[in-house]
């Protein structure tokens, strides 16, 4: 159990993971939990803070809470947040902290990846993909799968390869076919999964990467990080050192503590919004409706807690989301809302 300290919490919540991490008042990282999102960002969410109040002691604090990730909204609905920030912004604070001089992140997740350039500790250029799966964790999920290898050994294997295969790297639908008639052709096993993680190097950076000024030190954050056949490979194509950090596949939450404790430093008066550890048994229900209020019939998301709606978004007039600071507060259908 963690000692009874005071912390800045970060949750990035995306469509694979979720990722809490606690900072304590020195800047050491003391706890960090990965979760499944499944789908389930909410019941996730809720699952992680039931987990991080098994581990702390009953004297420890929540002072301060971040969101990031594509669910940050949602999560700063549940948790309370004091920051909400994308992950551009996210992992560039993070790894700012860590190394002050980087210049570079490459960042790879499970559904999709980016890019950022800093300068002088300032974003000056970024990219994202989130459309091709060839340049992001799950194209090597499914190749692992496929050749019937654990995703764990993945790297290691690749980094045995005598002679890499060139395997098309531009769509993972080609790619797999082209890894099959590799294997077809007798390949070593090594060998195949080395053109795999060239392959998705090369499309990262044909992508992702197209255009712009990679210079060092770089960084190597995200979930793929952990494979050290694609770092290599980005070393091979860059012809720099690539630097994975110690917490490189919690960075965005990471970063998120870091900003939320930016902020309530920047205003000592400041109380964080935190709803508490308790919020793990509280009953949350998201619900959407249209709204027929004008031709743009926005989708508009509801977050409720026992009957009460706390957050709506969706609208891009703000009818429904600035009704929630005028004191209306009680959750109606959709029907009554519209007719209000």
């Known amino acids: ?23 304590n008042q020195n800047n050491e990282v003391d706890l960090t939990l990965y979760l499944r999102t499944q789908g389930r960002p909410m019941q996730t969410i809720q699952e992680g803070i039931k987990i991080l109040r098994s581990k702390i002691g009953k004297s420890t604090k929540i002072i301060g809470v971040g969101t990031t990730g594509s669910a940050r909204q949602l999560a700063a609905t549940l948790l309370g947040a004091d920051v909400i920030k994308n992950e551009i912004t996210a ?32 974003v000056s250029d970024f990219a994202m993909n989130t459309v091709c799966a060839a340049g992001t964790g799950s194209f090597l999920d499914q190749q692992a799968a496929r050749l019937g290898i654990p995703i764990e050994e993945f790297g290691k294997l690749a980094l045995e390869a005598k002679n890499p295969v060139k395997i098309a790297g531009r769509c993972s639908v080609f790619a797999e076919s082209d890894m099959i008639h590799k294997q077809q052709l007798g390949h070593a096993l090594p060998d195949i999964l080395a053109g795999l993680c060239q392959a998705m190097v090369r499309n990262y950076l044909n992508n992702v990467g197209k255009n712009k000024d990679i210079k060092g030190p770089v960084f190597f954050q995200g979930g793929v990080a952990a494979n050290p056949g694609i770092c290599k490979a980005f070393e091979r194509e860059l012809g720099l050192s690539v630097i994975v950090p ?17 902020k309530l ?38 977050i409720q807690q026992e009957g009460l709606a706390l957050a709506r978004w969706g609208d891009r007039c703000g009818k429904w989301a600035n009704a929630l600071g005028k004191g209306i507060y009680r959750a109606k259908p959709p029907e009554e809302q519209q007719g209000a």
Not at 253 to 261: D, S
């Open 265 to 302: 430093k920047m205003n000592s008066e400041t109380e964080t919004r935190f709803r508490g550890l308790h919020l793990a048994e509280t009953q949350f229900k998201a619900k959407s409706f249209e709204c027929t209020g004008c031709a743009n019939r926005c989708e508009v998301v509801e």
């Open 246 to 262: 110690e917490h490189f596949g919690v960075m965005g939450a990471l970063g998120a503590a870091y900003l939320a404790q930016e």
């Open 1 to 23: 159990m963690l000692g009874n300290d005071n912390y800045y919490l970060g949750a990035d919540v995306g469509s694979v993971s979720t990722n809490l991490v606690l900072l």
């Open 91 to 122: 992992h560039a604070v993070a790894a700012s902290r860590v190394d002050p001089s980087v210049q570079t992140i490459l960042e790879i997740g499970g559904q999709d990846s980016k890019i950022i350039i800093l300068r002088d500790g300032v």
